[in-house]
């Protein structure tokens, strides 16, 4: 059993994203397997240098350890062998097309759904890229429904992939590896079998397990936790003032009182402060409660 926490370091962590560092370390640990670090940074335009060291620092607060850590940009030689194989299977195609070129080619689509995401026509799959403008490789995804489960929720997501997700980035036009690509190569390279994370990322898993069978790999058991959402009900963002956990460590608050909170943000019933270790038997009581692994209906 090996699971992970893969921040983004774009900003300092607010409590929304501790609550998902401590659940992901207490799943991995609970059953005494091992748990990663992977900072997710090949964004490079959004990545704070600081904030590597900040994330490290608050995990460690907290007391959430980790066994080995990984830097996505040091990485890049892996997801571009990825990319050469679908690339060598036919999969892959350059696209040259402009933002607005794909909205007006979204718009002039025949079936082009209201409100829902806007889904990328495959306008570029016949036509030749531009030969003066940097060109985004482009999946060109199968022509089926792929479904993901979640073993916490027992949801099932199915997604027709032309129609509901469309040809989407492996990379872009300034070179940077798509996250859908990354986390699907990292998640299998580092053999990580349980992948807990933010519910904001569950309508992402049917592509990226998509991309785990054209690519050979096993699909790891995935958990999405629901995010913390403030006295409004709105989610907790870096952007929207949630308050960083570095500014809690600096002021002197205690790591268990801040532990103590998360946890009952959850429902658990815990005292007033307490170590990441004392809450292992809650999350074994969450999973147990949730009827953890739930299998798929389909
Ligand atoms: N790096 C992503 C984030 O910070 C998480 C990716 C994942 O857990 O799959 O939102």
Redo the contacts with the bound molecule.
């Keep these: 059993m090996t699971g992970r926490f893969?921040?983004?370091p774009t900003g300092a962590m607010h409590l929304g994203n501790a609550r998902t560092a401590l659940l992901a370390w207490l799943h991995s640990r609970a059953p005494g397997g091992r748990h990663l670090l992977r900072f997710?940074d090949l964004d490079t335009g959004r990545v704070r240098p600081w904030a590597f060291d900040t994330i490290r620092r608050d995990l460690e607060w907290l007391g959430l350890d980790w066994d080995a850590e990984y830097t996505q940009s040091e990485r890049l030689p892996v997801y571009a062998a990825a990319l050469a194989r679908l690339t060598a299977a036919g999969e892959t195609y350059p696209c040259t097309c402009t933002r607005r070129e794909i909205v007006r080619a979204i718009q002039d689509s025949a079936g082009a759904p209201h409100g829902a995401e806007p889904v990328y026509p495959g306008t570029c799959r016949t036509c030749p890229a531009h030969p003066s403008r940097p060109a985004a490789i482009r999946w060109r995804v199968p022509d089926r429904t792929v479904c993901a489960h979640d073993a916490l929720t027992g949801e099932t997501l199915c997604q027709d992939l032309p129609a509901e997700v469309g040809d989407f980035v492996l990379r872009r036009n300034d070179g940077v590896f798509a996250y859908h690509l990354a986390?699907v190569v990292d998640d299998a390279l580092m053999e990580v079998t349980d992948?807990l994370?933010?519910a904001d990322?569950w309508p992402a898993t049917p592509r990226q397990v998509a991309l785990q069978e054209a690519l050979g790999y096993p699909t790891p058991r995935y958990l999405h936790v629901p995010l913390m959402t403030d006295y409004r009900g709105e989610r907790l963002a870096k952007r929207g003032g949630a308050p960083p956990v570095q500014a809690l460590r600096e002021g002197g608050e205690e790591a268990g009182r801040v532990l103590a909170a998360l946890a009952r943000s959850l429902g658990w019933d815990v005292p007033d402060v307490v170590s990441a270790a004392e809450l292992l038997p809650l999350w074994q009581g969450h999973l147990a409660r949730a009827g953890f692994p739930k299998t798929s209906q389909t």
Excluded: D, F, Q, Y
Aim: charged letters at 20%; aromatic letters at 0%; a neutral charge.
């Design positions: 893969a921040p983004s997710e986390v992948v994370r933010g990322l």
